[in-house]
């Protein structure tokens, strides 16, 4: 994914900063324990295809 469009993609529900995997697979929102998939180097920014997370596997992903 491109480092430039990182900097100013944010979370679609909170308008927060989303933070990249340690594999660079997905985008999560740590406010709203969101994951976004990234889909052949597009993030897929769309609420209803988020997938909800537990604190604990927030930790382990970041």
Do not use: W
């Not at 979370?11 to 929102?29: A, R, S």
């Amino acid at each position: 994914m491109d480092k430039s469009l990182f900097e100013i993609i944010v979370c679609p529900v909170c308008q927060g900063k989303l933070d990249l995997t340690k594999d660079e697979t997905q985008l999560i929102c740590r406010f709203d324990r969101l994951s976004y998939k990234i889909d052949d180097g597009i993030p897929v920014l769309l609420a209803n295809k988020a997938e909800s997370l537990t604190a604990e596997q927030v930790d382990s992903l970041l």
